[in-house]
């Protein structure tokens, strides 16, 4: 057995196990109306280890409880925990009137306290004796994965996983490590390293099975809702969408239960919040909403959650990886290069994200429900509604974030700025960031577009403009993306966006004959860069198949297009002719041909980056060179969590 579970509890985890005691104390007394003398009160001055402003509480929305086990849950008026009664009438009434806020000396406080942590945390870890391929694995997820979604704070997942605490469990991290294996395996190194854990899968069927029973034995709380929502963006990339709807809603519906969805800091009722919980409270509940409003999305459903006037507010205390310099995990770069040095912009790159979020969620729920018939009046206002509200996001949009395809740099900004800027906003994160406030900029516009169709008017020429502007930056910021970091780093939310800038070209394809050249340029190179992404996003696969069966029907062929006017068409990106020298790909994204079709844009190669401490190579006549990794001492072992 490792050592991890016998180190010492931090100050913080003390300190909420003395509040629990204290509040099960309080909870007896007015139960027995006296303790039993063989239970000591204790001194409270002695327990009170932080400020009084540290805790949270309120006397007005009575909407948040702490049940027997010490569990804090939501139930509404007609409960069975609530009995109706004046007084609890009076209390929802006053809730609505002037909820407790933090004021501005305290939030700093809290702010100060959680920044201070965190940074304290960040040193800590380089002192904890985590093995390879674990820690690569971990790594990968808080370079790539973390900025974009916030699923996991960082700071309590590391400090707990090394004392047990309650935002750690051993079905989170082994989320985290199936999570993150998808796009790691291809680096030789690691997948050499996972072959004793059966390629990484040991750790997809452990996630799993201690999920399913936490479920079954009522064991759910915040670890449980972080791995859920891993779980679901998974199966998600697999195309399993039965299992990652059902897992993306259990973890909702788990949000509700736990009273997330309500402000801790106004409305925490006979509850005590530290300062952290509830940082994690509210970058929980909104990472759920962007997850909710993608995975909505990508299946074209209805999304479940939303804000309302008691919900957590986009608001980030801890703001200590702002301006943390992020560099990209795995990539080595021509002559061992550094990458430059770039912010992450991690607080903004989410807060923002949310927001697009928020303008993103009327669309899904009421224009592009399949479920709703809502009038073209109605859709003309909600369209014209959230083109407002776009065009604000963008002007208020903090210059940081700001990327504009036509000054693209030499170097990718990080990844998750990328995927929310073009969609949804994001930084790499700054590239999936600002794909998808594109394809939000193509979801308002394409009811104009469709409606007319095939009359043309001015509504529409404009929409498909705007369309195909969206599509076309969204190309232009997955070319840097691949350039800079590989296709087998791209992450659902960017190959996403690919797919609706391939949609985009489809379509104007469809209604422009004869076919303009550059329009099939554009289609051929989504298409092409879809089938290679589709190695890490198996979901891509069918869609592919459907983009195939358009072709056909059009009488198109990638490879084989004849020229517009009869005559052979010169590419200028590539100097072929246009009707007998196109790129023919295999099913595995390889082009037959021998050339690459990737070549012209191919100016920064990616290579892996060395083997990360803890491997060693050793050869033998028999099984020639071979990658092994060193021995765990038995710490996946003691996370294994089994009984």
């Not at 973890?251 to 801790?264: S, T, Y």
């Amino acid at each position: 057995m490792s050592n991890h579970a016998t180190r010492n509890p931090t100050l913080s985890y003390t300190q909420r196990l003395e509040s629990q005691v204290r509040r099960l104390k309080t909870l007896l007394v007015q139960a027995l109306g006296s303790l039993p003398p063989d239970v000591d009160l204790g001194d409270d001055n002695a327990t009170q280890y932080v400020d009084e402003d540290a805790m949270v509480s309120s006397d007005g929305f009575e909407s948040l409880t702490v049940s027997n086990t010490g569990q804090v849950s939501f139930h509404g008026p007609t409960s069975f925990v609530r009995l109706p009664s004046i007084s609890s009438r009076k209390s929802i009434d006053n809730g609505n009137e002037g909820p407790l806020r933090l004021t501005d000396r305290e939030r700093i406080k809290w702010r100060e306290r959680l920044v201070s942590n965190a940074l304290q945390q960040r040193v800590l870890e380089g002192s904890f004796d985590t093995p390879e391929p674990f820690q690569y694995l971990l790594d990968f997820h808080w370079t790539w994965i973390h900025p974009l979604f916030n699923f996991v704070y960082r700071p309590a997942f590391t400090r707990d996983m090394e004392v047990m605490g309650p935002y750690y469990s051993h079905t989170l991290l082994s989320a985290l490590l199936s999570h993150s294996k998808r796009w790691c395996n291809v680096d030789p190194n690691i997948a050499r390293a996972l072959e004793q854990y059966e390629n990484g899968e040991i750790f997809s069927r452990q996630a799993r099975s201690l999920l399913h029973d936490d479920l079954r034995n009522g064991r759910c709380d915040i670890p449980t809702i972080q791995a859920l929502l891993l779980i679901s963006a998974q199966d998600c990339s697999k195309g399993e969408w039965t299992q990652a709807w059902m897992h993306s809603g259990i973890a909702f519906r788990l949000v509700e239960d736990l009273g997330i969805n309500i402000d801790g800091d106004r409305y925490a009722g006979s509850t005590q919040f530290f300062a952290m919980d509830i940082e994690i409270r509210n970058r929980l509940f909104w990472s759920c909403y962007v997850w909710d409003k993608l995975i909505s999305l990508y299946l074209g459903r209805c999304p479940s959650i939303q804000h309302s006037n008691v919900s957590p507010p986009q608001v980030m205390l801890d703001d200590s990886t702002e301006r943390e310099l992020w560099s990209p995990h795995g990539v080595a770069f021509p002559d061992e290069a550094p990458y430059p040095p770039t912010p992450a912009y991690s607080v903004s790159t989410f807060t923002w994200a949310c927001n697009l979020a928020v303008i993103l969620s009327p669309l899904l729920a009421e224009v592009y429900d399949p479920l709703k018939h809502p009038t073209a009046a109605r859709i003309s206002e909600i369209v014209g509604q959230q083109k407002l509200a776009l065009r604000k996001w963008w002007q208020e949009l903090p210059e940081i974030l700001r990327l504009f395809p036509e000054h693209l740099p030499p170097q990718c900004p990080p990844s998750h700025i990328v995927t929310l800027k073009f969609v949804l906003p994001f930084p790499f994160t700054l590239l999936v960031f600002y794909c998808l406030y594109h394809v939000t900029q193509i979801l308002v516009h394409r009811p104009a577009l469709l409606k007319d169709w095939p009359k043309t008017s001015a509504s529409s020429r404009e929409s498909l403009g705007k369309c195909v502007e969206a599509a076309r930056a969204i190309k232009g910021i997955f070319q840097i993306f691949r350039q800079t970091f590989g296709s087998h780093r791209c992450v659902m939310a960017l190959s996403y966006s690919l797919y609706m800038a391939t949609s985009v070209f489809l379509f104007q394809v469809q209604t422009s004959k004869p076919f303009e050249f550059n329009t099939l340029e554009d289609l051929k190179y989504c298409t092409i860069a879809l089938r290679e992404v589709a190695a890490v996003n198996e979901v891509l696969n069918g869609a592919l198949n459907m983009l195939q069966g358009d072709l056909i029907k059009l009488g198109i062929n990638l490879d084989t297009t004849p020229p517009t006017n009869g005559s052979p068409v010169k590419s200028e990106a590539h100097g072929s002719a246009f009707g007998t020298e196109l790129y023919h790909t295999t099913s595995n994204g390889s082009n037959a041909s021998g050339s690459d079709p990737f070549a012209d844009i191919d100016a920064l190669p990616i290579t892996f980056a060395p083997p990360p401490q803890g491997f060693t190579t050793n050869s033998g006549p028999a099984g020639g060179n071979r990658a092994r990794v060193a021995d765990d001492g038995g710490w996946m072992e003691d996370r294994k969590g089994f009984d």
